[in-house]
């Protein structure tokens, strides 16, 4: 555990879902000193024109982010494999709609 | 609220103000990295926080954004003044609401800033040490209730022109946090101009303290979109990048368009003999503005800048232990948690 005092507040990303039914997303960053006063100081940076219903905080150095550098060998895998989308496959007009 | 679309540079990086289009000598896979930079740049691509960029694109872009982060902040102090005494309830409500945006507006251009790699602290420091610059439209008095008003209407006016090109800015944070500020910008121009209305309709004393207001604040909105396109070396260079869209003076030109027939529908006059349409143009011609004012106060030495930059300080300095005070409670919090766990 680190010893030496923390200076700056922690600094948290910030997740908003705008209505009931829709899923949370990602809207910005704030610093504040924990969970709590993050979901408060959260709701007003980011929702003071009910732009949300539900706010998720997490601090911004738990999460794990993909390589930007890597993002060729990642992603690329899926790009010959058209197979995968619907419009791979032919179907007679008279079939209509499928 | 923002801000000229001018590109200042802080104290003490004037050095790196003569930035150049053409990068020097680099390695081969920098070459290759600055290639993929450049293709997605001219595709009107956008860059992302932890995608490679040519260090001075990172430099100018920190600058800018944190200079805009300023400018919202010290911003909340010229119209703060009045909330005390603001003429009703419903203004003074409005005008909270208004100055908490801008609060806001600068904590979202702060965390867009911080994902180049810049820490708030040192952002903060910069300002408090007067190493950074904010827009010098701030460095002005309100000296009377209409000067709110025409804040909202010509500053904050000045400011959507500069910022709607700035939604599509290539660094995307950036440009997310414009389009979460223009949004809530429109709010403001029009509070301040209905404020204006309002006055308008009332006696002489009032009408005067309306056109005195305006006469007051004109050239200095015009000032706001930065020097003319002449003298903007670095424009050039942000147009490159995708950062800067439209030129300081096209947009200057917008505003004093826009502006005009509201100015009529108000009952002031714009305090410049020399403003008429031009039918050849298509637009209306405009006096000169007095640059040796705007760059001295840039520098300094502008009615309010020790009183704005003094605010600031002092604020930051008198929050100090609440800032300790709510770290201490949370490793208190996380203490009890892990006691109890155990």
Not at chain 1, 14 to 24: A, D, P
Not at chain 2, 71 to 89: D, F, Q, T, Y
Request: glycine share 6%; proline share 5%.
């Amino acid at each position: 555990m680190s010893t030496t005092a923390l200076k700056e507040w922690p600094l948290w990303e910030v997740f908003v879902r705008s209505k009931q039914g829709l899923e949370h997303k990602h809207c910005g960053s704030l610093h504040a000193s924990d969970a709590q006063h993050a979901l408060q100081m959260a709701r007003d940076v980011y929702t003071r024109r009910q732009e949300g219903v539900s706010i998720w905080v997490v601090q911004s150095s738990a999460i794990a982010a993909s390589e930007p550098n890597d993002k060729n060998e990642f992603f690329e895998p899926a790009s010959d494999k058209v197979y995968r989308h619907p419009t791979f496959y032919e179907i007679p007009e008279e079939v209509g709609h499928m | 609220m923002y801000t000229q679309s001018f590109s200042v540079s802080d104290q003490d990086d004037a050095k790196s103000a003569g930035l150049k289009a053409v990068p020097k000598e680099t390695s081969a896979a920098e070459q290759a990295l600055q290639a993929q930079f450049d293709a997605r740049i001219d595709a009107d691509g956008r860059i992302e926080p932890r995608d490679w960029m040519p260090e001075a694109y990172r430099k100018t872009l920190v600058r800018q954004i944190s200079q805009h982060a300023h400018s919202e902040i010290v911003g909340m102090l010229p119209e703060g003044n009045w909330i005390s005494r603001a003429p009703s309830l419903k203004r003074k409500a409005i005008l909270i609401a208004k100055v908490q945006d801008e609060g806001g507006h600068g904590l979202y251009l702060y965390s867009a800033a911080e994902t180049l790699g810049t820490s708030r602290d040192q952002m903060l420091d910069a300002l408090h040490s007067g190493k950074a610059k904010y827009s010098s439209i701030f460095n002005y008095p309100t000296l009377n209730w209409a000067d709110v008003g025409v804040i909202g209407w010509l500053v904050d006016g000045a400011a959507i022109m500069n910022q709607i090109p700035l939604c599509r800015c290539s660094y995307g944070p950036y440009a997310r946090a414009m389009v979460r500020v223009c949004k809530e910008e429109s709010f403001h121009q029009r509070q301040g101009y209905e404020a204006l209305l309002v006055m308008m309709q009332g006696n002489q004393a009032q009408k005067d303290m309306v056109q005195d207001a305006v006469n007051r604040w004109w050239w200095k909105c015009l000032a706001m979109f930065g020097p003319p396109d002449a003298d903007s070396p670095n424009s050039a260079q942000g147009m490159r990048w995708g950062i800067k869209r439209i030129s300081n003076d096209d947009l200057r030109q917008k505003f004093v368009d826009a502006t005009v027939p509201q100015a009529q529908v108000l009952g002031v006059t714009l305090p410049d003999p020399d403003l008429k349409w031009n039918e050849a143009r298509g637009h209306y011609d405009y006096g000169q503005i007095d640059w040796d004012e705007f760059w001295s106060t840039v520098n300094g030495n502008g009615p309010c800048n020790r009183e704005r930059l003094g605010a600031r300080v002092k604020a930051w300095n008198d929050g100090a232990w609440v800032r300790e005070a709510a770290l201490a409670h949370s490793r208190k919090q996380q203490q009890r948690q892990m006691k109890e766990a155990a």
